[in-house]
């Protein structure tokens, strides 16, 4: 009885789940379809050709409810709402290629198979599941010994899927390595004080850059209305998509 008790609970506990996440974005890539799943702040489900690919993972197994295990994992920084060891511990990692910086690598859980990691400084590329994976930094301004984020510790990200580029900021201010990007189909930017960039900060940034859709994400407590606002009075065209990454804040 009890063991049919706990099984409900958790049955029931991983429905409330899923029906709090937010609907998946469908977009149109060569080869297939690309689904784009927000989870929650920082966290995302990428899926591509039958394979998942985990940003950021958080949130326990029950946060990815209903989504296939992961083929890959990326990692941005040490920071706990972008890395949860426990999380990573509780997902099936068994088949999933782990891309992270050094100082995340330091920091995987025993269990983790050192095999599958691929370990990139900023700057670095490489190809994991014919993807296309590109290291770009993510720091504070001004730059500081003692800031949060220093420059080369984490990695933001730059995917090409399917044809599609798609940037991934992690926890940045508008750091010339982000205005400098080019052709980005696809962008998550961060914006939350005093972690990384103020809304109007990161307004300005994406108008630099102009990826064709950008998603306001890691933005707890930030006027994300007031961010689309600004760069749609700066480019018309950019679409601004805002998603729901906070769906037990209502």
């Not at 049955?11 to 149109?28: C, G």
């Not at 989504?67 to 068994?94: E, R």
């Not at 926890?171 to 960039?197: G, H, S």
Request: hydrophobic content about 40%; proline content about 5%; charged content about 20%.
């Amino acid at each position: 009885m009890k063991t049919f008790a706990l099984s409900l609970v958790c049955s029931l506990i991983a429905l409330f789940t899923y029906a709090q996440r937010p609907v998946a974005d469908h977009e149109k890539a060569k080869g297939g379809e690309l689904t784009i799943q927000p989870i929650t702040h920082a966290t995302l489900v990428l899926s591509y050709q039958g394979k998942n690919i985990y940003v950021d993972p958080t949130g326990g197994a029950a946060a990815f409810t209903g989504l296939g295990a992961p083929d890959m994992i990326i990692l941005t920084d040490i920071h706990g709402d972008h890395f949860d060891a426990k999380t990573i511990d509780a997902i099936n990692t068994n088949h999933a290629v782990i891309v992270v910086p050094q100082a995340v690598a330091d920091k995987l859980p025993a269990t983790t198979d050192k095999s599958k990691l691929v370990i990139l400084k900023n700057g670095d590329k490489t190809t994991q599941l014919a993807i296309a994976i590109e290291a770009i930094p993510m720091y504070n301004l001004p730059e500081s010994a003692t800031a949060m984020h220093t420059k080369g510790r984490g990695n933001g990200y730059v995917l090409t899927i399917g044809g599609k580029n798609i940037y991934i900021s992690g926890d940045t201010a508008d750091i010339p390595e982000m205005r400098n990007l080019k052709n980005i189909d696809i962008a998550f930017v961060c914006m939350n004080l005093p972690y990384t960039m103020d809304v109007a900060t990161a307004a300005k940034g994406v108008l630099a850059f102009k990826p064709k859709v950008v998603y306001p994400y890691h933005y707890r407590g930030q006027d994300v209305n007031q961010f689309k606002a600004l760069v749609n009075a700066g480019d018309a065209n950019i679409d601004v998509r805002l998603r729901e990454w906070y769906p037990a804040a209502k």
